[in-house]
């Protein structure tokens, strides 16, 4: 597989020129040799002989296109994602960092939908001692929730902070774009919600697919490029402050996700004040 | 963990939550198989649920998956009205997933075909945002009420025990001494009066002396919160049969000023929107499309794809809200809070002085003429007013008769023909003058356009400027935009511009923008709606029955009225005394004015009430300023307010203080139609209707109990007209009974299937199988003829009934039109008068300083440097007013709300992000974290609503001698309402809107105080 272009990590300017070149390039070369696989995982998994759900669906490659221009901030396909995946408390596997930007008067809000970019070269199947975790052929990065054993190491080696341990399951867990719904011709459930059209689901193997038109024609980018991971996750509009690390002020939750939401003995981690005075002062 | 296991099985006990365990479940109530963890039930696809669709890998088709039922209706978790999908487990009979309706215009621009099948659908989801996804835990909150719950401490003691649905009904109803059995010394012994008690005064005059206050039965009061469509007028067909005017919804803490000023301008209509898909240039002003307004996910796609395309649009507003501005083509314009009229105003200056407004469209002074000239719409632009002073009609338009004309048909306005020079009946003049003053038949007037080019020119531009905080150039560039485009730009407002006591006034300024460029009817200028299938006529009346009439007399909120005509006004007059002030404000030209519910009952003004019915309404939390102990006292003494009873789904934190709880339906278990809003340019109407069977428990003979359950059954007990054996008649005079809500209901889903002569196709056997209607209509078959079934049931799979999406634009113009007269002077409102100051309003656009009832600016009342700053709410896409706090997904994503303000506020008060503050206001003072923002003008504070509360599960409360525990996530955040400003002259009232009738939810005076 050809590695990335190493001057586009430097530049933003040449990597937005070079992505659909270069970026997208990388995706057929990689096609063509055959996937990313966990020798152990593929053979945990034999036994299911050519599931879907482990094999994926030959001859597609799944990505997602973000456009930003669409994106309202509304943190419905948060939301659907979690009631689709049946996610726990203060866990996600989506999300969307909602932060201002500028200074008054001329401040504006900018949202960063974020997921697991099922990237070309995903640094976290990798790491993984017990094979748990694997690319399938359509590109979806799936973990085995019978195998995982829970060490966490493939949590850490993701560079965009898309795994996370599931507290009832005790595995790795992350996005996997709804595979139990793109596996029956289905939309990914963010997909499917999202009220401004932002996100997009789409086969770069097509060359009919209207996303992967729009991958190929129109100027998009990547999260911190520099990682040589390669997303298959696109944004339009993705501007420098937000491409790299997420810079602006959070307006919505607290920096760290799992600040929201309820502990893992089901109390909620924000306390309420509850002090008011009624009398007139 | 624990406590959870507790409570839900003691809720079980209680008769909370009573039906499910509540959507923890799914996340709480595992059993682990191994240290390792719950063994998921796949090993790829772990714990995502089954997808109710399975591909046929041979066909490419879909077939649903026969575990799961897919439902059409419609949503309340805001007001938008959005389709729903949802998918129901057929096995649990629970909801697994809401998605949006793909039919429902709300829901995708480019909406399906009403014949399309839905397993066609499969990939063409309708959309929905983040609340109407968490529907489902409004549904299954733990802290559901479903059972009749009664007090057995006094009110507000959150001591409660569940009672049966006939003891329910029998204590209410005949009343006596229904508190014996409680611990409250106040009402141990009081003789309660029961709705059977009130209604056997119904011939008895309220006031013998008074007889314009109607009969005794007005003095049952029912005060609703959110209560719409066919629920509504449910709801008004209990209270006609009963004999009260009093019967309301929570408009006045909504945005009242701003239906009341748009029916000014259009008359009989409420709301008129953009058309964004089609607009070259859109300002929106105190709204900001993408997180809230009507409908908001709507607004949010239109305004999206207007963003992708590069469409211009402008916020103006002082806060920078979420969603709205975002990308090259939006700006946020900063404006001082209240202060939209004073831009506005400045921006009609400027145009019309630089000519820049449409003078030949104005000049119509009819619809024949107007359409004869290729426009769409015509005004009262060249109308003539009489400005005589000291004449008997000062402020009227001149009639014909006055200006010496032949009386002939048609309307009675004069113009002075623009060809002619001299008076015209405007019936039938072809063009008029449009800058007029003079003197008809010896009387001075003045044109409409003349009065408001008049009012326009008390300011210059770099006055307005200096009320509103935006320079004189950019209110000139802002006009100059706004009249650059043609027909193709639109302004559109909502309530951060209403919300003051000059709301009415800021309106009606931002009305004549788009009246000045002669934008409706046009693609890309303003839409007046498609309208609905209506729904109360057709096969069956629904509005009328053998007996049923309307309920006469002053509603106890003295809305609708003229205080001028009352026997008070007339008695003080005849005394010689100063008629003014009033006791309490009347409020001649609005409805819904819900602030002034409780304060009039107490003070008796004009007259008592026996009888409170509390539907889906909190007053202490939302009423700005109501939420204090002096107004919780007074109606928690049984004297006040002998009897009340609150429809609600949990113990609210206003509920909490009523004598009963009536188990309410979620919107998922209930009915109602409603027409689609005017932003989708479209006719339809959306049919919420009950998709799982309701939560709550059931009479003897199997009826769930809801609102709607309650009031047949007192109806049925006191033999109401309009209820029981023969209520509802049909087209062939047949009376049908209404003995459950089906009954109703499905005789309205019924006229929307066959309306206007062209009835919807049957429906095709797959999509009942998709549905499971099949049991459904086996459940209400005798509701309605065999016949009417598949149309009916056609309707409900498709969650309503809508127009195909392409009948929005006929060509350049928008494919529905209003005709009606647009009008730039509200002659009603100018010839009426305040009843406190006995002063006339105004009767044309213009800036009006905010003031209080009296007269008494604000700026005097609250001096800046005592109060520095000012609190404004809002209420974004994550939040609904009063409710949501049990959607624990949405609270993951924002816990808790802050003080949030502009860094530069932060730095003149010495704080830093995250400090804890105190809030200070005239009236109280509550603790809140502050958070520090570029996009929130300097010198003011925002919150959003809906945290902070004390009831709705945020307090522990005793049921049945049981403690039921709070979620104490539900009392994080602020709340300011309660301590929000009130008018200093009139006991317990907001300030507010004395045209409009709005609460105002935008002048609180506040200062910060490190905690």
Known sequence: MKSPDKSTISSRRKFLMGAGAAGIGAVAAGKAQGKTTNDAAAKGRTAEGRDTAYHGQAGKRWVMLIDLRKCVGCQACTVACKIENNIPDGRFRTWVPDVEIGTFPNARRAFLPRLCNHCERPSCVEVCPAGATWQRADGVVEIDYDTCWGCGSCVDACPYDARFMNPVTQTADKCTFCSQRIDQGLLPACVETCIGGARQFGDLNDPNDPVARTIRTHPVQVLKPETGNEPRVFYIGLTHELQNNLQGKPTLWSEDREAAGKGDDGTWKIEPLVEMEGADV | ?1011
């Open chain 2, 1 to 1011: 963990m624990k406590t959870r296991r507790n409570f839900l099985k003691l809720c079980a006990a209680a008769g909370i939550g009573g039906g499910a365990a509540g959507y923890y479940d799914v996340l709480f109530h595992m059993i682990p198989f191994n240290d390792r963890g719950e063994k998921a039930p796949h090993p790829v696809y772990g714990r995502s649920d089954a997808p109710e669709w399975l591909l046929d890998r041979s066909t490419g088709e879909h077939r649903p998956n026969p575990d799961f039922a897919l439902r059409h209706t419609v949503d309340l978790q805001c007001h938008s009205e959005c389709g729903l999908r949802v998918k129901i487990d057929k096995k649990s009979g629970r909801i697994a997933r809401i998605i949006g309706n793909p039919y429902q215009a709300n829901c995708r621009s480019d909406y399906l075909d009403y014949k399309m099948p839905i397993a066609k659908t499969a990939r063409l989801p309708g959309t929905v945002c983040a609340r109407g996804n968490t529907g489902l835990q409004t549904v299954y909150d733990p802290y559901r009420v479903t059972v009749p719950l009664k007090r057995t401490g006094p009110r507000g003691a959150n001591k409660w025990k569940p009672i049966s649905w006939e003891q329910f009904i029998k204590e209410v109803v005949e009343g006596g001494r229904i508190f014996a059995d409680t611990d409250d010394p106040a009402s141990k012994e009081l003789e309660v009066l029961g709705f059977r008690g009130l209604y056997e005064k119904r011939n008895e005059p309220m006031d013998p002396e008074a007889p314009e206050m109607g009969r005794r039965t007005n003095g049952l009061v029912i005060q609703g919160g959110r209560i719409k469509g066919t629920r509504r007028k449910f709801q008004t067909r209990f209270a006609n049969a009963f004999g009260t005017v009093n019967e309301f919804e929570h408009t006045n803490v909504c945005e009242v000023s701003h239906h009341i000023a748009t029916d000014a301008v259009y008359p009989h209509k409420h709301a008129v929107k953009p058309d964004i898909r089609s607009a070259e240039f859109v300002m929106f002003w105190g709204t900001s499309p993408g997180d809230a307004n009507f409908p908001m996910q709507t607004m949010a796609k239109y305004t999206a794809e207007a963003r992708a395309r590069g469409t211009r649009y402008v916020v103006v507003d002082p806060v920078l809200h979420r969603g709205g501005v975002g990308g090259d083509s939006a700006e946020w314009v900063s404006i001082r809070p209240g202060t939209d009229g004073a831009l506005a105003m400045g921006m009609i200056r400027w145009m019309i002085e630089n000519g820049r407004y449409n003078a030949d469209y104005l000049s119509y002074p009819n619809q024949r003429a107007a359409e004869a000239a290729g426009e769409l719409s015509h005004t009262d632009a060249s109308f003539l007013v009489i400005v005589e002073p000291g004449h008997e009609r000062e402020g009227a338009y001149l009639s014909p008769a006055e200006a010496g004309l032949a009386v002939g048909e048609g309307e009675g306005h004069v113009v002075i023909g623009a060809d002619s020079g001299r008076p015209e009946p405007a019936a039938e003049a072809g063009k008029a003058r449009l800058d007029h003053a003079g003197t008809v038949n010896g009387i001075r007037v003045k044109s409409a356009f003349r009065l408001l080019r008049e009012s326009a020119n008390r300011h210059s531009l770099e006055e307005y400027a200096a009320i509103c905080g935006v320079a004189a150039e950019k209110i000139a560039d802002l006009a100059r935009e706004f009249t650059s485009h043609g027909r193709k730009a639109a302004s559109e407002f909502y309530r951060g511009v209403v919300k003051h006591p000059n709301g009415f006034y800021n309106g009606f300024a931002l009305h004549m923008l788009n009246v000045l460029i002669g934008n409706l009817n046009w693609k890309g200028g303003i839409s007046a709606g498609g309208g609905s299938y209506g729904g109360m006529t057709g096969i069956y009346d629904l509005n009328s029955a053998p007996g049923l009439s309307k309920a006469k007399g002053i509603k106890i909120n003295r809305e609708g009225a003229h205080y001028e005509s009352s026997t008070e006004y007339r008695k003080k007059v005849a005394a010689g005394e100063d008629p003014y002030p009033a006791r309490r404000p009347w409020f001649p030209h609005t409805f819904n004015v819900y602030s002034e519910l409780l304060p009039s009952i107490i003070e008796g003004y004009p007259y008592k009430a026996d009888i409170l019915i509390w539907h889906m309404a909190t007053p202490f939390y939302s009423v700005p300023g109501q939420g204090n102990e002096e107004l919780i006292e007074k109606v928690k003494d049984p004297n006040n307010i002998p009897l009340i009873i609150a429809s609600d789904i949990v113990i609210g934190d206003t509920s909490m203080y009523a004598d009963y709880i009536l188990p309410d339906t979620t919107f998922m278990e209930r009915w109602v139609h409603i027409g689609l809003h005017e932003t989708t340019l479209v006719k339809g109407t959306s049919v919420r209707w009950p998709v799982i069977e309701p939560l709550t428990g059931k009479t003897a003979d199997g009826r769930h109990f809801s609102y709607e359950t309650f009031l047949i059954d007192v109806a049925e007990a006191l033999g109401l007209p309009g209820f029981g054996k023969e209520a509802i008649p049909d087209r062939n005079g047949r009376l049908w009974p209404l003995h459950s809500r089906e009954d109703y209901f499905l005789k309205i889903t019924a006229n929307v299937a066959y309306a206007d002569g062209d009835p919807v196709p049957d429906v095709a056997e797959e999509d009942m199988q998709i549905c499971d209607l099949a049991a459904f209509r086996k459940e209400f078959e005798d509701s309605l003829p065999a016949d009417q079934w598949p149309k009916v049931l056609q309707v409900l799979a498709r969650g309503g009934r809508f127009e195909p999406a392409e009948n929005a634009w006929d060509g350049e113009r928008l494919g529905h039109r209003y005709t009606k007269r647009l009008r730039i002077y509200a002659e009603e409102v100018a010839l009426s008068r305040n009843a406190i100051t006995g002063k006339r309003f105004p009767g044309t656009p213009m800036w009006l300083e905010p003031a209080t009832i009296a007269g008494t600016p604000l700026a005097e009342l609250d001096p800046k440097d005592k109060w520095p700053l000012k609190i404004l709410t809002y209420k974004g896409s994550l939040q609904t007013h009063s409710r949501l706090s049990s959607n624990t997904i949405l609270r993951e994503i924002q816990p808790e709300n802050w003080i949030e303000i502009n860094v530069r506020t932060a730095a003149e008060f010495g704080l830093k992000d995250g400090d804890l503050v105190w809030v200070e206001t005239p009236h109280g003072r509550r603790k809140g974290r502050v958070k520090l923002r570029e996009g929130v003008l300097p010198g003011v504070i925002t919150f959003s609503v809906g945290y902070g509360h004390w009831g709705y599960g945020a307090s522990a409360v005793d049921i049945g001698g049981k403690r039921v525990l709070p979620d104490r996530i539900r009392s994080a955040g602020i709340h300011l309402n309660p301590i929000m400003r009130r008018d200093p002259d009139v006991w317990q009232m907001p300030l507010i809107d004395p045209v409009g009738g709005s609460a105002t939810f935008f002048e609180t005076p506040a200062r910060l105080q490190h905690a």
